[in-house]
């Protein structure tokens, strides 16, 4: 029996989407066919403590992301993998993409990289990584919900597969919003609508338009509350935006929730503002839990929201109308009723994590035994 030896490596173990993708491959790839290593470039986190409760081994390289680092990441990174017994070498993220690579031709180690084309821009030097690494990557695989270009300027579309998000959402669908057994933390209150937003706060997240859209809710709906949940580079900006515009009483910002099922059922209406991006991790958690979810509509090919089908998409950084649309929401209790059915029956049409992790063993199998990826279709 061929056995694969894995090395997945990811820029760090915090919270993101690409960590929490990373955690559930591990997770239920757990087979006697195929073994698991994730190695973060940096910082551990709670992925890390995740990974290693399922018993995926985690190392470390550094323990802080720093540009003197690098060079030291680089060479333990070389030495980890020379003295390593692994057939595949996983890199999630630009950074691990570009570090990750060369070491692995180096050592004549199969390249498998995820590019999470749910976003609509990438740095120019990544683009550029992609065009000069494509001669030895031998697979690219592509988690997202839109078929790449045949004409993208990278890559070649016989290199590429494409695979939809690895994402558990068995505990959403088991949420029940009538039925709310799950209480909210102390230090967050509900409102009336109570609106969620969660992601990273980074300028790619819109939130600065979601905040400068409550101040023209609030005139309307004045015990409306949002709560946005994470926390990132951005956190002090949007904090002082707040503030400027008098909404200290009505944004609530939470960096961290062990669990967000109480958000979730008692929450009234999802927000996705992100200007990058198409349907992301969060709003498929949100959908599955049957909240219907208002977006910027990004144009990307295949966008899972569909406007007034199972949510509602609005110009994009476009704040009048995205406060227009919470405020029809909150107030029209029959559309909003429809989309939330109509949201989870979507996920649950289209989204099954037994066949993404059934997709990977393939890919996994095939790049371990050097075989021809042809014969494995794309994910739709």
Request: net charge neutral.
């Amino acid at each position: 029996m061929q056995i694969s030896n894995v090395l997945i490596i990811v820029d760090h173990l915090g919270v993101g989407g690409a960590q929490e993708h990373v955690f559930n491959l591990c997770r239920n790839l757990q087979v006697d066919d195929i073994h698991i290593t994730v190695c973060a470039l940096h910082t551990g986190g709670k992925y890390k403590d995740k990974l290693e409760s399922v018993g995926i081994p985690v190392v470390i390289l550094s323990p802080r992301r720093h540009l003197l680092f690098f060079p030291v990441i680089i060479w333990r990174l070389f030495k980890f993998t020379i003295n390593s017994e692994f057939n595949i070498i996983h890199t999630f993220l630009p950074i691990s993409f570009a570090i990750g690579t060369p070491i692995s031709r180096l050592q004549s180690i199969p390249t498998v990289h995820t590019i999470l084309t749910a976003r609509l821009a990438y740095p120019t030097w990544y683009t550029i990584l992609l065009r000069l690494y494509y001669p030895i990557i031998n697979l690219i695989l592509i988690p997202m919900f839109r078929p790449i270009p045949k004409d993208h300027p990278a890559l070649l579309r016989k290199k590429i597969k494409v695979a939809s998000v690895a994402i558990d959402l068995d505990a959403e669908f088991a949420l029940d919003s009538n039925n709310q057994h799950a209480e909210l933390p102390d230090d967050i209150s509900t409102g009336d609508p109570m609106v969620i937003s969660i992601g990273r706060l980074h300028p790619d997240k819109g939130h600065e338009f979601a905040i400068q859209a409550w101040a023209q809710v609030i005139r309307e709906m004045p015990a409306a509350k949002l709560s946005i949940v994470g926390k990132g580079k951005d956190e002090l900006r949007l904090k002082k935006l707040t503030q400027s515009l008098d909404l200290t009483d009505q944004v609530v910002f939470i960096s961290y929730l062990e669990s967000l099922a109480p958000l979730f059922q008692h929450a009234d209406i999802y927000l996705a503002p992100s200007i990058n991006e198409g349907t992301n991790l969060t709003s498929m958690q949100a959908m599955a839990a049957g909240l219907a979810v208002i977006g910027f509509n990004n144009e990307v090919d295949y966008e899972i929201i569909r406007h007034g089908q199972n949510g509602i998409l609005v110009a994009q950084k476009n704040v009048q109308e995205l406060a227009q649309a919470i405020i029809k929401l909150s107030k029209d209790k029959i559309l909003r009723s429809k989309l939330e059915h109509n949201a989870r029956q979507t996920i649950n049409q289209i989204y099954h994590l037994q066949d993404v992790i059934s997709y990977h063993q393939q890919i996994y199998t095939a790049a371990a035994k050097a075989e021809p990826l042809e014969s494995i279709l794309d994910m739709r």
